[in-house]
């Protein structure tokens, strides 16, 4: 059992080594990179591909990477926006990693880009754990997921520097109870900003846009109670954040 623990430790450590190194990078050539996490099905990608048109009508230098385990549908709806877009396929890898993530980057970037968006795969569980050398974590849910999201998957919300609620046009045909969702957000990430949106009544239009832009100008992010140390620590997040939510219950 030990050695497992200490396997994961280890891969782990060498992604957070690479976000590390990633990152610096990519400051280097002023980008700022957003990452997108959300269930399949949460309307990120309708979200985003908004918020790209938004971007290109403003005249700020965007690109977004898209990843899915198959299918290049993503990559498809979002090239509409008119900005460089890209689709990582992983083969059946439930997340991307962030040595994958540079080596998607390498000779596909534009030079400029100011903002790069990633569409992580739909799922809160992997990618949870994967810093990819974003500035910016966003994690999204739809209205049709229920109240009690952040308590199933406290790790996705508890490193979130922001949360976003999708298809709020339908939220009283599914009797969602954001005052409900609010709370248990609080629970697991206690003053993150939760922010509603939706694509189709344009509900909300250019909120990622803007606060990517903000975490690009250095504007201070929300500090999650998880957020961990860049060197030298342990991954044991999904254990702390129901500890956590346990405790504030």
């Not at 299918?71 to 994958?100: F, I, W, Y």
């Not at 992997?126 to 974590?137: I, M, N, Q």
């Not at 949360?163 to 993150?192: H, M, S, Y």
Request: proline share 5%; aromatic share 2%.
């Amino acid at each position: 059992m030990c050695r497992v623990v200490d396997l994961q430790q280890a891969v782990l450590a060498k992604n957070d080594q690479a976000a590390h190194t990633l990152r610096a990078e990519l400051a280097a050539r002023g980008t700022t990179v957003v990452n997108l996490l959300s269930s399949p099905g949460s309307g990120k990608t309708a979200l985003l591909e908004r918020e790209l048109v938004l971007a290109r009508e403003r005249s700020v230098p965007v690109a977004a990477l898209t990843a899915d385990l198959a299918t290049e549908n993503d990559a498809t709806r979002l090239a509409r926006s008119g900005v460089p877009v890209k689709q990582v396929l992983t083969d059946g890898l439930c997340h991307l990693e962030a040595d994958m993530l540079a080596r998607h980057l390498q000779g596909w970037l534009p030079e400029g880009t100011r903002l790069l968006f990633v569409e992580n795969v739909g799922n809160l569980v992997c990618p949870a754990s994967y810093d990819l050398g974003e500035t910016l974590r966003v994690v999204l849910a739809s209205v049709t997921e229920g109240e009690d999201k952040p308590l199933k998957y406290p790790t996705a919300f508890g490193l979130a520097h922001l949360v976003v609620v999708t298809k709020t046009d339908i939220a009283e045909a599914v009797a969602f109870d954001l005052a409900a969702f609010r709370a248990n957000v609080e629970q697991v990430n206690p003053g993150v900003e939760v922010l509603l949106t939706s694509a189709r009544r344009d509900l909300g239009p250019g909120v990622l846009l803007d606060r990517a832009l903000a975490a690009a100008d250095g504007v201070p992010l929300h500090t999650p109670v998880m957020a961990r140390p860049a060197h030298g620590h342990t991954h044991d997040h999904a254990d702390r954040a129901g500890a956590l939510a346990q405790s504030r219950s």
